[in-house]
């Protein structure tokens, strides 16, 4: 017998025939329509910086970066660790890369190579030394009267330009920072490279380096100045390798954002600079024009790093007092200094007018402004508690502000135990320990709670489901949510993953096995990370014979409603073609 194949598509079948008994009820309905797409999902928003725990998390991009690495020598692997610890130069950066690195030059960025080769980790950034001293052969406290120059430090240089020697010449004073990048292509490629750096960063925080590296920058550095050496390396990064990442000015916090914290010649840029809001403004045009003169973009990604400074009822910055709920939704109210307009945090911030919040808007609009096409990426940022569900409830929503603004890097700074942080970032990149993750494309959802916050995705390598976090920031209550997806394509299940309560591992919960009309209901626990993974439901191939044996049964049976009987028959096996076959088989019998 000839077989005819349809596709199975019940929701039709139930609309047309049946009730529909999963029908969304009451408040806290959220729609889903996977068909409007708002934009793409970049994966290195998913970062962590090296000294975390790799075996935690399952990151999207690996920084290698910190004061350390201002006065770091990749010829020695000796670095001074400034205000960090007595200006002490000593081979702190390979304390922890494998043994067979240690004595290998420029060993930290090697192993951040290695770790993301065998972690499947897409994107690495390492840092490059701008200010212009690193530490010399010379290990040991430098005090004060050996600042540079002296035997203790040796001078940076952006380009050697030719000559180079593979490893370095460690007894010539000089440190080349294009002879670095060479070395690197030789021993694993460049950006284009599967193992390659892809990414290079302009030093760490040059706006503190008169306090963290006083030995090396006695006096804060200006603006030009600053300027001038931030132009020579990435114009130098750009010459060597074309295809690789710039990021830049890693500017520390606010108060950098703002004026560089007072830096020598910004009140005059600003007096002759009206349409200079802040210091990102000027750093900006800076590049474009740089870019202009040069005849190549030197800047790609706006470097920021970003510490909450909410206050907790207690009073103290980013606390502990887990068992205060007012300190509790300080932090997760924190991340609204990122985007909302008109929310004023409780911080010294607010103190000072608080005129660059919201932050990531403030940001895109200097970049729109002054640069366009800019990445913005904060390559540190951390809001606390990582010790509990706060840190891990507070740490999605970061995540989730990142992915609806669109930011292109960003990497967490480790502070103390990190899992639940780090297991918030595992739901959207692991979160069934198979490397499963959140989708690539944030897609359109619709509700109305302010005690939820949900974001919605599908992904191009899997486009069978729709992946839905819900984020519950109720200290104590359960929510009810009513998940509705519109589509003309039929759900018919939702695999669930949950963070949740007094443990950092994220647990699978029994699904939804039935779903109708594209809707359901589910209870997701208070102060809590929900992820449902909505499948599709299954093609089903319905035969001939299926077909008659279908109609025999509802023949055997009569009713007064014969329709409405075989198309509930046909539900779990046919589609609408085999409804057309019976109806047609049925008119037929009536005309013989």
Not at 110 to 138: D, H
Not at 466 to 493: F, G, P, Q, R
Request: proline share 4%.
């Amino acid at each position: 017998m000839k077989k005819r194949r349809v596709l199975f598509t019940a929701a039709l079948l139930f609309t047309l025939f049946s009730q529909n008994i999963y029908a969304a009820e009451g408040d806290n309905i959220i729609n889903i329509n996977p068909n409007e797409h708002i934009k793409s999902i970049s994966p290195y928003i998913y970062g962590v910086n090296v000294g975390t725990d790799l075996n935690l998390v399952s990151p999207g991009s690996l920084r290698l970066g910190g004061n350390r690495l201002t006065a770091y020598n990749w010829e020695n692997n000796l670095s001074n660790a400034g205000s960090d610890y007595d200006n002490n130069t000593d081979k702190y950066l390979v304390s922890q890369v494998p043994d067979d690195l240690k004595f290998k030059p420029g060993a930290p960025t090697l192993a951040i190579s290695y770790e993301a080769e065998t972690r499947g980790i897409p994107y690495t950034l390492t840092t490059l030394q701008v200010q212009g001293y690193v530490a010399s052969n010379t290990p040991g406290r430098v005090n004060p009267e050996f600042a540079a120059p002296s035997k203790y430090w040796f001078e940076v240089k952006s380009r050697k330009g030719s000559d180079f020697e593979g490893s370095g010449n460690k007894d010539d004073e000089y440190v080349y920072m294009d002879e670095f990048m060479n070395y690197l292509f030789d021993k694993i490629g460049d950006s284009s490279s599967p193992t390659g750096i892809k990414g290079y960063s302009l030093d760490n925080e040059p706006a503190l380096w008169e306090s963290t590296h006083s030995l090396i920058q006695s006096e804060q550095i200006g603006c030009e100045e600053f300027i001038a050496k931030t132009v020579d390396m990435a114009s130098m990064v750009k010459e060597m390798d074309s295809g690789a990442e710039v990021f830049g000015p890693a500017l520390f916090g606010y108060s950098a954002f703002d004026n560089f914290t007072n830096a020598p010649g910004w009140n005059d840029i600003k007096a002759s600079h009206p349409e200079y809001n802040w210091f990102v403004d000027y750093y900006l045009d800076e590049m474009k024009k740089a870019e202009e003169n040069i005849g190549t973009r030197i800047v790609d990604v706006l470097d920021v790093h970003y510490y909450t400074e909410q206050k907790g009822v207690c009073g103290e910055r980013s606390c502990n007092h887990y068992d205060n709920d007012g300190c509790i939704q300080a932090r997760l109210d924190g991340v609204r200094s990122l985007y909302e307009e008109g929310y004023l945090e409780n911080s010294w911030i607010t103190d000072t007018g608080s005129k660059f919040f919201p932050l990531i808007p403030k940001l895109q609009t200097a970049i729109d402004t002054f640069y366009p096409g800019t990445k913005l990426g904060f390559t540190e940022y951390n809001f606390g508690a990582g010790d509990h569900i706060s840190g891990a409830v507070t740490e999605a929503l970061v995540l989730g502000t990142f992915i609806d603004y669109g930011v292109y890097f960003a990497d967490i700074w480790p502070i103390g135990d990190m899992a639940y942080q780090l297991s918030a970032i595992n739901m959207f990149t692991n979160y069934d320990g198979n490397r499963n993750g959140f989708g690539n494309t944030l897609v359109k959802s619709d509700y109305d709670n302010e005690n939820i916050a949900v974001y919605s995705s599908v992904d191009s390598e899997n486009p069978d489901s729709v992946k839905v976090i819900v984020i519950n920031k109720n200290l104590h209550e359960a929510e009810t949510v009513n998940i509705n997806i519109s589509s003309d394509i039929k759900y018919d299940s939702s695999d669930i993953y949950a963070l949740y309560g007094d443990s950092p591992e994220i647990r699978q919960l029994k699904g939804v096995t039935e779903i109708a009309d594209n809707t359901f209901k589910y209870s997701v626990e208070p102060l809590s990370i929900t992820e449902f993974v909505i499948n599709k439901a299954p093609e089903v191939i319905v035969t001939e014979a299926e077909t008659v044996a279908v109609i025999a049964e509802a023949e055997a049976e009569p009713t007064e409603r014969p329709f409405r009987n075989i198309a509930i028959a046909l539900a779990g096996i046919a589609g609408l073609a085999a409804v057309v076959a019976v109806v047609a088989y049925i008119v037929n019998k009536k005309k013989r």
